[in-house]
Each structure stands twice: as C-alpha cells, then as structure tokens.
C-alpha cells in the first residue's frame, strides 16, 4: 500500500489504521514534510525552485531564516510526530515492512518552479508490488490563505500537479498489468467539501454528489475539482474513488481555518490591525488548546468590550457570521473508516470515478458557536461573564439573528455503496478530542519544583494548572490499557515509579519495591552517584570501578560523611540473589548493608518473577518492557524519584566508568555559558554528558562504544535510525550536533530539582520508550531529542530578535569556548601522577593509564586546537534557560576501564 500525505493529519492516522487491521506487506509512506506556513507571502517565489545548487543553497537559507514561522516548525513537529509514531508501530506490527520517503509529487514544469519527484514513483513501483494508491497529499486550502490575496505563490503551491503526476504514474503501470493479465493497482484519492458554492442568501443544507458545480466555494475547491476531473480522463486505465471529505477533526489535528465564503472575505481596512475583535483561531484545535489550559474565571473567546460595537459592526458581523456557520463536522476516526471502505470498494465493476460525501451525519450541521457550547460542558466557566452564551446574546441583541448558512452532506450515497455510517456524534467527538489535548498538556504529569528547584507542588498545581473533570481524564489516557497503542494514540507510557508516569495509567518495575530504602538512605545527600548492574550470574568482576580510583588528589565518589545522618549516597542497583550479593553477604554477614569497594550495593528482585504476574510475558511489547535492558534504563534516564529531595545532582555511571575527581566534574555543572546572553536571563546546566573520542584515536582505545553510541543492531534501531535520517533531511541537517562519533551514555549526570530538566529527561524517555528500542537505542534517542531541543532554542531566539549566544561564546581566555586548553602534560598528571598514593593491597584492580595518556596526546597534537565543552540548549519554560553541557572524553574526568 501506498500511502501520500502520510505525515499529515489525515495520512497519519490512515497508515496507522492500515497496520491494525491489514498488515500489508509493504506499507509505503511518502510526504513532503513541509509546512503550509512556510511563506509569508512576500516571497516572490516558492522555496524549492529549480535552481542550479549554489542558488538554491542561498535560496533555502534565506527561506528558512527569514520565513519559517514558529506556526511553520509546530506543524512540521506535529508531522514529525505523526509520522514516527507510524514507523514506531510497524516495529512492533509481525510480517509489515515500512519505508518513509521524504519527496515532493509536485512535476518539474518550469512556469512552477517546482522540484518533481516523478523519478522516484518509477523507483517505488519497480521495487514494490503497490496494489491500492491511496492518495491523501493536500496542499493548503484557501482557510490558511485568509486575508490574502491569491498571488502568484498561492497559484503555484495549490495546483492539480501532484493528482496528475499520480495518475499519470498509475496508467503507465497498469498499462503493463493489463498485458500480462494483473489486476489493476485501485486508486482512493483525497477531494474536498469546498467544491460546492455557497450562497451567502441560502440557508444550511445538504449537498448530493450528483448535482452540477459550476463554481466552487474557493481556489481550494476550484484544484479538488479539476482532481475529480482529471481521475474521469484517466478512467479507462485507473479506477478510482474520490472522497469528498467534510471538516475532519479529532486527535492530531494541527490548526486550520475552516474555509467558508464569510470567513474569505474578512475586512481588510487598516485599523483591523489593532482590532480587538478574533478572527483567526476559530477551529476546533485552537479553540480544544486554549481551553484545557484556560483559567475558569476567563471567556474562551477574549472579548469583553463592546464599545465599538457600533463603530465597527462589519468587523463585528464578520465574527458573527463565523460562529454560526454550519458544517457537518466528522470524527477523525468515521473519516478513517470511510477511506478504508473507500480502499475495498469493488472499483473494476464501476466505469470511471466514483465519487463520495464523507460528512459527519448531521441534518443541521454544527456551527463554531455550538461547538464552543459544547467544550463549555466539560470545562464549565466559574463566572457568567466567561460564557460563551453572554458574548452570543449581545451579538444578537446588537445585529439581529443570524440565518444559519453553510454546506451539509447528503449521506445516502455513501451509506448504500460504502455501508459507511459515522458512529461518533459532536459531543463525544469534542470530548475525545479535548482528552486529547489535555493530556498533551501535561505529557508527564503535573510540576513538582519551581525555577530555582525548591519544591512547591500544592502552590504551583493551584497557580499554573487547571484541572480537568473526571468525563476528560477518563476518556483520555487515563482510560486506556497501557497495552492498548490505538487507545494511547502515540502517548509513551512509562514505569509508575518513573518521575514522568501518569500515576493512572503506568506499569511495575523490579525497583518498586526498593524506592522507600534509597530514598531513605540518600537523605541528606546532595549527590547521589550509582550505577546498574543486573542479572543472576553477575560477580565481582562485573563491577570493576568498585576499588578502581586514577587520581590521589581528587575522589571519585561521594563522601558519604558529607551527607546528614550516616546518609549512603554510593548505590548499586544490583539483583537480588546474584553471584555478587551471595559472595558479599556471606562475607559481611553482620554489616546491615551490603557493600562492595565504595558503593553499597541496593538488591532489587530478579527480573523474571518480579515482573511476570502482571506482564504477560508471551506478548511481545510487554516482554521487551521486561527485559534488563529495558529495566536497567528506568534509573538511568529517570532518577528523579529514585533518591531523597535533598539530592541536587544524580550522577550515573556505567560499571566500567572511573570519574578522576567529582567534584571538578560538578563544578562544571555550576558553571554557564558565558557568551553575551541576554539581560535579565539565568541559565544552567541540566545535563552533562561526554563526547565520544576524535576518530584519530588508535584501535584499542577503552572508548569503544559499548554503551548504545554504535549503530543499532536491531530491527526496532534500524527503522529508529533511518527515521532520525529522514528527519534530518526534512529539516536540512538543523538538529544535527556536528559530533561524528555521537555521545557516550556510560555517564551522565542530572540535575534534580529543576523542573525543565525533568521534563527534558522525559522526553529523551519518551522517546527511548515509543520506539521500544532498550538495546543500545538510548543514546540514539538521546542525541536526536537534545539536537531538536537547541534547533527549536535557536529558532525561538531568533524569533525573538535574539542571536543564539551559548553556540558562539568566549571564554576567559578569549578562546571560543569555555574550556580552556588542556595539554598532554596535563592529563598525563591527572591520570599517571595521581597514582603514586595508592596502595595496591587497598585495591582489587588498578586501572592502567598508559593507554589514556597516549591516547590524549596523539588526539591534541593531531587536532591543533582547544579541547573544549559544547552547550546546547532546552526548551525552557522559567525564567532560566537551561542547557546540557556536553565534554570531551579527552579531558579524563572520565575514564573507561578497558577490560576483557
């Protein structure tokens, strides 16, 4: 199956629905992933024109500093979503292969200025035996062009190009099929409700497919039309079925004016600039986002005053015509289910296209008025001077009644050919849609910390959150089963003890029964260092950094004489029962804890009971939740509730990591990046990380990637990587982090008591959990969400009139960078010098450092240049701009055993 537009709204969860139901073989998903928003009307071209390639570079770079809006990257991550949620699915659905392509169907004709794809059609249906097109790539319609005019751009990216590019595909291919006797490749393809008129004079009624169009409503309906048109030319050789869909709605919608013959003639006269009067906004997803984060003293519509009431009554008149014009609005869902009995319908008995209405089902329509009614139900406003129902009656008292106008579906068709009946009304549509977004709002629960990281959770939940009626949270995640993905509609779930579960909806873990111990022995530790190490024939020599130290000067580990108490800030996540604690027990059987070198060892139960009376093991998204890699990571990428909330920093490590000295590696916490900035602005570090070596570094290094920093082996990695590849190309390399050799996971360190380094540790979870990928995927989505992070910092810095400062700091020195020079005498004195105070008898194992010293030598005489710290920034929602901090492993603040 192939499946156009699959990135879009429509798309995305059509593909989704082809995977539960059908498996297909090959699942072939192809969009532009491109943005309607991407000009502003002042280009006098569009961005992807046929230019030689060092035009086209400037050209792009002049497009995408100066024309992509903040609407055009939020659409773009909403496709990006949607479409890494498909692939994420075909992972885990048996005997389906999926393969994205990031490609334009718009022809290469010169007076376009377009970049065709056709080429990659032939390559497409060459190498896969493609029996249903179902062609749902829509460009813009005229609801996100209001009040402009219909300029050359317009006219270029909304043309009939890409129906004929397909078509024309089509016929040459099941040209060849009619002669060898194949059945020919059945085509669904994508119009429009916009192709009726409407008639300002004529109440809401319904339209049947059959009668004549002679002017449709708009440009939009005029090019859904000549689709339509096109398809009858080319019926001898493609059969095919057009849907003319009504506005869908629902779940993953992105915001889109809906078209209508009042709304495209908004008044255009200067002081609407400064009107206080909405006219944009009114569709279903801007109106679902601003009311679950509404405060319920304040009017969903924000228009109190109506003093100029009279002053301005065509203006005023305009909105009212908006909030009552009628449409036969349709659930995402009945739009889905139409379009898949659309994809069955017997298309070789028909002669030519066959047309359909895909409505809602309403006989009277639903006006935005009603539907703004309806969201008031569930989050009722608490004054009376907020409701809708007050704005309405002065409208009416002040401009009369307003005949409801707009455009119906005449259903009857559809029900007899299709057997397709929508199932869902308004009103649970709504609900489910503001579920939707509600939990969207708060993808990882509810703030616990303010700005500085003092805890406030009653004080902050009452200023900044509203909470949403029980009919909402039911309907939302909160009612699904965590096994359920079509319920959960892309929503990770995460292990309950995770900082970032929804408590309603999350799943056990082997540590659930030890939190209360950590917790309570870390309380007064400011720095809690640990590691993970799990499995039943684990010994000794699994955690060798336990008596390994490589500086006399510097410690590395905490001190626990510096917490308050007999406080235990060194722990080791190990399982119960293994060769080690067995060992260690027997040895030490009158010491209350079990401890080995510096860490005190904290059992948690064995993986495969502890988990399997809830999980069912034979059911493969479970298992793989179930295995230690997937549980070892629980910790590691989410320690915010592991230790007491006196902890200001966790620091992870691998068994095989030795830090040199602590303490200097926090201090690199503390510090910020120094360059210019902005007035009045904080910022800190939420996460410090360690860069992979130079690639000059010789074979035998004990930086080898062992620790998910390689290519991922699996099949779950492999599709992960090859949609971070493709994202990358959607967004012309922006998120990536010019490290060749990537980040090394083996060490991390968090800090804990600042709320957007929580919700950053969330997302890199988050996404490690959609794609299922435990065995050496976390880094991969670690990389990829910190890249995506700082493009999305950066863009909103340069929105802002701001340059992005932390990317070209100086340091003190005047160095760019604030690392300062770190030479080969240096490091061989922090990892060769500090080694003369040890006592071998104190020790199991001492590292070897020649190896390092070399290796730190050989790197900076080959590079010639500072070794120095890249920051790159987070989306930050406090006053402070929070960054993770990224080091060289040159330094040797971190050292990696390298053992057999």
């Known amino acids: 199956v192939l499946v156009t537009g699959a990135a879009g709204f429509l798309g995305s969860q059509v593909s989704l629905a082809i995977l539960r139901l059908y498996g ?50 939020t659409l773009l991550e909403y496709k990006r979503q949607r479409i890494f949620t498909i692939l994420q699915s075909c992972v885990t659905t048996r005997n389906t292969s999926c393969k994205f392509y990031k490609a334009d169907l718009r022809p290469s004709i010169p007076e376009y200025f377009d970049i ?34 219909p300029g050359r751009d317009m006219l270029q990216s909304t043309k009939a190009g890409m129906t004929e590019t397909m078509l024309e595909q089509l016929r040459k291919e099941n040209k060849k099929r009619r002669t060898v006797g194949r059945p020919p ?35 939009h309906g005029t090019y859904k039309r000549i689709d339509e048109i096109l398809s009858t030319s080319y019926a001898d050789f493609v059969p095919s079925v057009g849907l003319r869909l009504f506005p ?38 801007s109106l679902c986002e601003r009311m679950v984060s509404l405060d319920p003293k304040e009017p969903l519509l924000p228009m109190t005053k109506f003093d100029d009431l009279q002053e301005r009554q065509t203006e005023w008149r305009h909105l009212y015509q908006q909030l009552h014009l009628k449409h036969d609005w349709v659930y995402i869902d009945d739009a889905v289910d139409a379009i898949l009995s659309a994809v069955q319908f017997p298309m070789a008995s028909i002669s030519g296209p066959i047309i359909f209405n895909v409505g809602g089902g309403s006989a ?34 002040s401009l009369g009644d307003e005949s409801p106008r707009g455009v119906l579906a005449n259903m009857t068709r559809s029900k007899y050919f299709l057997n397709f009946e929508p199932r869902i009304s308004m009103k649970e549509g709504i609900q489910r849609t503001l579920s939707w977004h509600y939990d969207r709002l708060h993808p990882y629960g509810l703030s616990s910390m303010d700005d500085s990281g003092t805890e406030e959770r009653e004080e902050i939940e009452t200023i900044e959150h509203y909470p949403a009626p029980e009919t909402i949270l039911s309907s939302g995640i909160a009612g699904c089963s965590p096994l359920d993905k079509e319920c959960l509609r892309g929503s990770a779930i995460f292990p309950c003890l995770s900082e970032c579960a929804n408590p309603r909806v999350c799943l056990p873990s082997i540590y659930d029964t030890v939190v209360f111990s950590t917790r309570k022995w870390t309380t007064g530790c400011s720095v809690v260092l640990y590691t993970v190490l799990l499995g039943k024939d684990v010994g000794k020599e699994d955690l060798p950094n336990a008596n390994v130290a490589v500086s006399s000067k510097g410690r590395g580990f905490v001190d626990n004489s510096n917490g308050a108490n007999g406080a235990i800030c060194n722990l080791a996540f190990v399982t119960e029962g293994s060769k080690l ?66 902890a200001k920093y966790a ?41 992979n070596p130079s690639p000059n570094i010789k074979n035998g290094n004990p930086w080898e990637p062992t620790d998910g920093a390689d290519s991922i082996p699996d099949r779950r ?77 950066r863009l909103i810095m340069q929105w802002a009139g701001y340059h992005p400062w932390w990317e070209d700091e100086v340091a003190p020195d005047g160095s760019t960078g604030v690392e300062t020079a770190i030479t080969a005498s240096g490091i061989d004195q922090i990892l060769r010098k500090n080694l003369e105070s040890f006592n071998e008898g104190d020790v199991d194992r001492v590292a070897s450092t020649d190896d390092a010293v070399q290796v730190a030598k050989e790197t900076i005489a080959s590079a010639g240049e500072v070794l120095r710290s890249k920051w790159l920034a987070i989306l930050s929602s406090k006053s402070t701009h929070q960054f993770v901090r990224i080091v060289p492993a040159e330094t040797g603040l971190v050292v990696k055993l390298d053992l057999p």
């Open 185 to 219: 490749v059945q085509y669904v393809f994508r119009s429009s409700y916009e192709v009726y008129s409407e008639d300002d004079e004529m109440p809401a009624r319904q339209r049947d497919e059959m009668e004549d169009i002679t002017s449709p409503a708009n440009l």
């Open 24 to 73: 297909p073989k090959h699942l072939v998903l192809l969009d532009n992933f491109e943005s309607t928003f991407l000009h502003d009307g002042s280009s006098s071209s569009p961005p992807f024109a046929a230019f030689t390639s060092a035009e086209y570079i400037a050209k792009f770079k002049q497009e995408y500093e100066l024309h992509k809006t903040q609407q055009f990257l």
């Open 248 to 285: 869908v709605y629902g779940p993953w919608d992105s915001s889109q004016m809906i078209s209508s013959a009042a709304t495209a003639t908004a008044s255009t006269e200067p002081e609407n600039n400064n009107a206080p009067i909405l006219t944009e906004g009114l569709d279903v997803f």
């Open 364 to 397: 009277t329509g639903t006006s935005i008025g009603n539907i703004i009614n309806i969201m008031e139900q569930f989050f009722p406003r608490s004054s009376d001077q907020a409701k809708f129902v007050v704005l309405m009656n002065r409208l009416t008292s």
């Open 651 to 691: 620091v992870y490590i691998s068994p095989r990591v030795v830090l040199s000295d602590l303490n200097s590696i926090l201090n690199l916490m503390s510090e910020r990046p120094r360059g210019g900035g902005m007035a009045g602005m904080n910022s800190g570090t939420s996460m410090l990380l360690i860069r």
């Open 717 to 793: 990695g492999a599709q992960q990587e090859s949609a971070y590849q493709s994202i990358q190309m959607g967004l012309h390399g922006q998120i990536s982090l010019n490290m060749p050799n990537g980040i090394d996971s083996s060490f991390v360190v968090h800090a804990l008591q600042v709320e957007d380094a929580r919700l950053f540790r969330c997302d890199v979870y988050a996404e490690m959990l959609q794609w299922e990928s435990f065995h050496r995927g976390e880094t991969k989505s670690l990389e990829f969400v910190v890249g995506l992070h700082n493009l999305w910092s």
């Open 581 to 646: 604690i067995n060992e260690l027990q027997t040895k030490n059987s009158q010491d209350p804890f079990v401890t080995f070198g510096f860490w005190t060892l904290v059992p948690v139960p064995h993986l495969t009971w502890s988990l399997s009376s809830v999980l069912q093991e034979d059911d493969e998204d479970i298992s793989l939740f179930a295995t230690q890699e997937a549980q070892m990571l629980i910790p590691k990428l989410s320690p915010g509730n592991f230790f007491a909330s006196s």
């Open 116 to 149: 065709g794809e056709i080429p990659l059609l032939n390559n497409i249906f060459e190498q896969y035996d493609i029996t249903h097109v179902i062609h749902l790539a829509n460009e813009e319609s005229s609801r996100s062009k209001l009040n402009k005019p």
